[in-house]
Each structure stands twice: as structure tokens, then as C-alpha cells.
């Protein structure tokens, strides 16, 4: 049966999916690719659609992931694959196969969510939590879509997010009634069950002003990636004038003229934490070689280090980007570097939550190691994998001096200009070229 499936996979209704982009809706960052379903893809017969026997089924859905995954394997960022939830319920420790899968050839080991979907479900919600609690124990994040899953059933599931598909939007951008009804009841729901909220397929500005103001966080669509279907999950051309179109639809916070007879109570400001901050890890698998490193780091020039992952999604090993580069480029260096595992390379990753606090963050790095002062921070997600990282010049200049403490005293700065011909020299080479230090922070 499983053979069968593979085979059906070799055809081009069995081809790899395509990869639609997923933007923070705060920051503008790319933040995940979502797989096209493989019940949506061209060529699908009526066989083929999601019935049959359940063995069969459960083979098609492994094999489409299997093959999603394999695709999804370049991407920086977390990717979102569709799957059955009966393949989740009945078939979890097959889904093991996936992280092997995505760290075939290019891959670098980037966080997975699986997003079930309901098709000819079968599986009872006991089973169906069963098995979403062994999918979390090998790493993955669960979403769910609203349409689909009763509300109750939601909510014992307490997927990490919950998504609205382009169906629901219908209506919103002109105001239907019923359609922001919908989403009225959806946002709702994500709040009870702590869910982010994720809305697909957004084509206008109304509406990406109307989920924005509802507590939607991260969107995909039209309005805000020119490219809604890349081969490749690294490859993305964001929409023309982004920035200011976030920027334009952001909700306003409707605030309440002062009473200078009861001025209330004063809440003290939130101190911005390591999320705040976090961008997209640059990964690796950790048995990456030196020149996988050194291909990451010419992919993502302004990355300040590579994190090295285990089969499971966690960090195992830091490579920074200077220190790195500096012993390539000696003596011998990449001949004896490039075609040896990095982990011998690498030092042990600095992992926090990302609660952290950025002034307890800065604070220990300027009390630490002074050669690792400008190693990022890799945040921790929930189950421990890593998809994010804080960078020490983010975490500078995120300090308010206003808003708190004293500001954190930096030593060491230099007494006057520095002498000429002292910049940082820069190589032929675009790999030679060390990443500058943050402005205004002295080397330790």
C-alpha cells in the first residue's frame, strides 16, 4: 500500500508542493512557509481525495509529508505542513520521519508545525490528543484551522495556533455582518485556548486592518507577498511598499481622556523581553561540516552566527560567524576545516526563554566571557526547539534608560577616535569579511 502511495508520489499530481510565505504582522518578517495542502494539488482523482480504506489513507498522508517536508528542508524559518489528523492519531511515530527528511541534502533543521486538517476524519478526540501529545514530544507545534473542529474540541486540543483560511474572509473587507461574526468568534476562541492567530490568504487592506485590530498576529496573502507559490520555502519577494502598509493598518489603541480627579492606578512599564527582539535562526544539523557552515553563512550575510540542531529541533552547538571565519581563512584553515564536522567548531549555545528579560540578557553578557560578548542568544521555544535567536546589538538597542533602571554601564570605551587605518579589514572574498560590531558598544 505504502509502495503504492510512493509511486502515486513520482507523478505530477504527486509533485512537491508549493510554499506560500507567513509575515509577523508587527515586524514584517517572514516568520514560517506554509505547504499546499496535498488535497489541493492539480491532478488529485477522485481516488485520491481523501477516501478509502484507513491503512491507505495513512500511507498517502505520510507519503505527501514525507515529500512536503523534503521541499521544505531550505527554509530558515518554521514551515507549516498539512496533515490528516487521523495520520496524527493513529500513525504519530511515523511522523518521526519528517526532521530526517527536511535535513536531506540542503536542509538546515528549521522548526515544524503540522497543521491538522479534518477531512474523513475517523479518529476520536482522545486518540487525536494522544497523538498530538507524542507529536509535541518529538518537537512539533500543532495548528489547527477554525472550520473544521467543534469549539469544545479546540479547546482540549490547545493547538499553538489557530488559522483562518481564505474562506473566512469573505465579506470582511465590506463589512458583512455574519463574515466579522466569524471572526469576532474565532478571535475569541484563540484568546480562551491561548492560540496564536494566523489568517491566510488576505488580499486587501481593509481586511489586514480589520484582523489586525481583532489580534491577528501573523497573515499570508496577496496584500503582503508578491510570491504566493515558491518551489523553494527561502526564496520569497515580499509586497511593494510593505512597511508602509503595516505600518498604515496598525490597530489604534483607543485611550481615554485623563481624570485628573482619579488619576487610577499605575501600572509599571513591561520590560521588553528576548521575543520582543528574537529574529529567525540561521540552523544547521550538527552534522553539518564546516563548509555547510560557511554555505549558511554566505546565505544569510547579515546572520552573526549559525546554531547547530539535533535530529529533535534543540541546539547543540554555536558557530560564531567572526571567530569562525578567522580560522578558515588561517593557515590551512579550510583544508582542514571544511569537509570535518562543525561541531568541532562550535561552543555551547547561550539558550534562554524567551521571557527573558533584555536588561538581565545585556547585563549577563557584559558579566560573562568577553570573547563571547556579541555571541547571539538562542531563544527556547516551549518544547525546546530553536527557531529564533537575539543578537547583542538588538538587545542594546532595545534598552530605554527612560523606562527603568540606570542604564547598563558599558566598559572598556575607547578614549577618543580610533586611530586611522584601523576599520576592520575587509577581504577579495564575501566570505573573508568579518560582521562589524554593533555601533557604540566597545570591544570587552
Same mark, same amino acid.
Given at each position: 500500500m505504502a509502495a503504492s502511495s510512493a509511486s502515486a508520489l513520482g507523478s505530477p499530481r504527486g509533485s512537491a508542493p508549493l510554499f506560500s510565505p507567513r509575515i509577523d504582522l508587527g515586524s514584517g518578517r517572514v516568520v514560517g512557509f506554509l505547504a499546499g495542502s496535498s488535497d489541493l494539488r492539480p491532478g488529485r482523482t477522485a481516488a485520491e481525495d481523501g477516501y478509502g480504506p484507513l491503512e491507505v489513507r495513512i500511507d498517502r498522508e505520510i507519503a505527501d509529508l514525507l515529500v512536503a517536508a523534503r521541499a521544505a528542508g531550505t527554509s530558515p524559518v518554521t514551515v507549516h505542513l498539512p496533515i490528516a489528523a487521523d495520520a496524527v492519531a493513529w500513525a504519530a511515530h511515523r511522523l518521526r520521519a519528517v526532521r530526517p527528511a527536511m535535513l536531506h541534502g540542503d536542509g538546515r533543521g528549521a522548526g515544524v508545525t503540522l497543521l491538522l486538517t479534518s477531512r474523513v476524519r475517523s479518529a476520536s478526540l482522545p486518540a487525536l490528543e494522544d497523538g498530538i501529545r507524542q507529536a509535541r514530544r518529538d518537537g512539533f507545534g500543532i495548528a489547527v484551522p477554525a472550520a473544521g473542529f467543534a469549539p469544545a474540541e479546540i479547546a482540549r486540543l490547545a493547538p499553538d495556533q489557530l488559522v483562518l483560511g481564505a474562506e473566512w474572509l469573505a465579506g470582511i473587507g465590506s463589512g458583512e455582518v455574519a463574515a466579522l461574526a466569524t471572526l469576532e468568534a474565532a478571535t475569541v476562541l484563540a484568546g480562551a485556548t491561548r492560540a496564536e492567530l494566523v489568517v491566510d490568504g488576505v488580499d486587501g487592506e481593509a481586511s489586514l486592518r480589520d484582523l489586525r485590530g481583532r489580534g491577528a498576529v501573523v497573515a499570508s496573502g496577496p496584500v503582503l507577498a508578491a510570491d504566493q507559490a515558491s518551489a523553494r520555502p527561502a526564496e520569497v519577494t515580499l509586497a511593494p511598499g510593505l512597511r508602509t502598509r503595516l505600518a498604515t493598518t496598525a490597530p489604534q489603541l483607543a485611550v481615554p481622556p485623563p481624570d485628573a480627579s482619579d488619576p487610577g492606578p499605575v501600572h509599571p512599564a513591561r520590560e521588553v523581553t528576548l521575543g520582543d527582539v528574537a529574529r529567525p535562526a540561521t540552523v544547521v544539523p550538527d552534522t553539518a561540516t564546516g563548509d555547510d557552515v560557511r554555505s549558511a553563512l554566505a546565505d544569510e550575510q547579515d546572520c552573526a552566527g549559525v546554531v547547530l540542531v539535533g535530529t529533535d529541533g534543540r541546539p547543540t552547538g554555536y558557530v560564531d560567524r567572526n571567530r569562525f571565519l578567522l580560522t578558515i581563512a588561517g593557515p590551512y584553515g579550510r583544508a582542514v576545516f571544511a569537509h570535518r564536522?562543525?561541531?568541532? +567548531?562550535? *561552543?555551547?549555545?547561550?539558550?534562554?526563554?524567551?521571557?527573558?528579560?533584555?536588561? %538581565?540578557? #545585556? @547585563?549577563?553578557?557584559?558579566?560573562?566571557?568577553?570573547?563571547?560578548?556579541?555571541?547571539?542568544?538562542? +531563544?527556547? *521555544?516551549?518544547?525546546?526547539?530553536?527557531?529564533?535567536?537575539?543578537?547583542?546589538? %538588538?538587545? #542594546? @538597542?532595545a534598552l530605554d534608560p527612560a523606562a527603568g533602571p540606570a542604564p547598563v554601564e558599558v566598559v572598556g570605551a575607547p578614549a577618543g577616535p580610533a586611530a586611522p587605518g584601523t576599520a576592520p579589514r575587509r577581504g577579495r572574498h564575501r566570505l573573508v569579511g568579518l560582521s562589524p560590531r554593533p555601533a557604540g558598544v566597545a570591544v570587552g
Open positions: 564536522a562543525a561541531a568541532r +567548531l562550535a *561552543e555551547s549555545p547561550t539558550v534562554r526563554a524567551a521571557t527573558t528579560c533584555v536588561r %538581565d540578557a #545585556v @547585563r549577563e553578557r557584559l558579566d560573562g566571557d568577553p570573547a563571547r560578548r556579541y555571541d547571539d542568544v538562542v +531563544l527556547s *521555544e516551549p518544547d525546546g526547539r530553536t527557531v529564533r535567536v537575539a543578537r547583542f546589538a %538588538d538587545l #542594546v @538597542r
